[in-house]
């Protein structure tokens, strides 16, 4: 078995899987900062005032 051949293999598998996990932290991160901001806007959104009662008639 070529020495040189597996190492350059071995080589390409690391910085596939770095960037696999680098790519994998890069959504992660956005995926935090997506629910951070709707997390915000639903916070802003509660009108307390509104749904306290119901106005039935028969």
């Given at each position: 078995m070529d020495i040189a051949a597996l190492s350059m293999s071995l080589s390409q598998m690391?910085?596939?899987?770095?960037?696999s996990?680098?790519?994998?932290?890069?959504?992660?991160?956005?995926?935090e900062t997506n629910s951070a901001s709707v997390v915000k806007m639903l916070e802003q959104s509660v009108q307390p005032h509104i749904g306290g009662s119901v106005d039935l008639k028969g």
């Open positions: 690391n910085v596939r899987q770095e960037a996990v680098l790519v994998t932290k890069k959504a992660m991160d956005q995926a």
